[in-house]
């Protein structure tokens, strides 16, 4: 499979319109939803959908494979994050030629139990692939799992981010990069461009951002 190159310049906004094409994610800043730990949120995303559009899963490949080659040139593999992250990983490994290897969260509790599942060898640079960042705490996981096997991450990447200051703050603690192709801010903007919100809503929806335990409350 070739890869071509994008411009990951322009590329938050044309995944925040494919997100809201297919219905990945969807924004309801006065009707929001409640998620498991029951914060409140303006927002809905579920980027499993993306696995079901290949025009959409293919900006997203090769997305990812153009921030590679800028960002991890001496990438050696890709490693998807159960469960996500892990058929994204698939189509960029084909599209670079390089092993993919997934990381479940936790071991298997029979047989080998693997957490890492593939074959690595001490050192090897790996890049992991996930499909949302929310607090990160998930990604990291697995981060530091593929590091204490031995091998040396170069970072995580992910299809869209909330932007909570709590994930970057993580990242950085734990010394790992994050990139992602497109971000809340970008999504915000181009719903307010297609008329999916309205000028009023964009105040309310960037204070969940930075407050999100106190939206809705």
Known sequence: MSTNPVNLEQLPDTIAGHLLDIGAVSLRPHEPFTWTSGIKSPIYCDNRLTMSYPKVRNTIAEGFATLIRRQFPDCEAVAGIATGGIPHAAWVAEKLNLPMLYVRDKAKGHGKTNQIEGHF??????????????????????????????????????IFTYQFDQAAEAFDAENVPLSTLSNYSALIQTALARGTIRNEDVELLQSWRSDPRSFGV
Request: net charge positive; proline share 3%; glycine share 14%.
């Open 121 to 158: 060898k001490p050192g090897q640079k790996v890049v992991l692939i996930e499909d949302l960042i929310s607090t990160g705490g998930s990604s990291l996981k697995a981060a530091v799992a593929v590091r204490d096997a031995g091998c040396a991450v170069q970072g995580v990447i992910a």
